[in-house]
């Protein structure tokens, strides 16, 4: 299987990319049977915002830490972050797709004046950071899952990996602007 991902990199990583944004646009959507998900209780729901509001901070100072270490030649510290970076955000997907799947996205509460010239826009530019990031993300750790460090600096790891980790950060920080918004 290893060899088969890693002579198929580009395919593997769009195919996982559809099926993970059909799951969250499925999620969003609300097109999962109300039944299928087990209902946490509402304090619970009522937590993940604040809960993934965290795990967004600490994933942006993880995977910049981790961004700053492969600048400096720290291979390991960098791996070691990314896959962090990574759980960090599988953990934050988990805990948004649960919650919106079962009570939907959440309304804006605010004055109509910043939600159409403040919210909208910000949420866009988040939304649309992160769908742009997903088959970057998998596209960077396929090729590190499959290629010795040595090898990385010869693929397109270290180049998509720069653009892929500078949107990843954009879209954490506006998620972290978008929670502000809606609940403080």
């Not at 509402?42 to 937590?47: F, G, I, Q, T, W």
């Not at 649960?98 to 004055?111: D, I, K, M, W």
């Not at 988040?126 to 960077?140: E, K, N, T």
Request: with cysteine; charged share 10%; aromatic share 10%.
């Amino acid at each position: 299987m290893q060899r088969f991902v890693e002579r198929n990199v580009p395919a593997v990583a769009g195919v996982l990319s559809v099926v993970s944004l059909a799951l969250v646009f499925a999620a969003a959507l609300q097109v999962v049977p109300a039944g299928v998900l087990p209902r946490a209780p509402e304090s619970v729901l009522a937590a993940i915002p604040h809960v993934n509001a965290a795990i967004n901070a600490v994933a942006f100072v993880v995977v910049a830490a981790a961004w700053r270490a492969i600048r400096r030649g720290n291979v390991e510290r960098h791996r070691k972050g990314m896959a962090a970076g990574v759980a960090l955000f599988a953990a934050f997907l988990a805990l948004y797709l649960y919650r919106v799947a079962l009570l939907g996205p959440t309304s804006f509460e605010g004055p109509a004046m910043i939600e159409q010239f403040v919210y909208y826009p910000i949420l866009a530019i988040h939304v649309v950071l992160a769908v742009v990031c997903v088959p970057l993300l998998y596209y960077v750790l396929l090729l590190a899952l499959t290629r010795s460090t040595a090898e990385l600096s010869t693929t397109n790891h270290p180049r998509v990996g720069r653009v892929a980790a500078s949107l990843w950060l954009i879209s954490f920080d506006l998620g972290v602007v978008v929670y502000l918004l809606l609940y403080l």
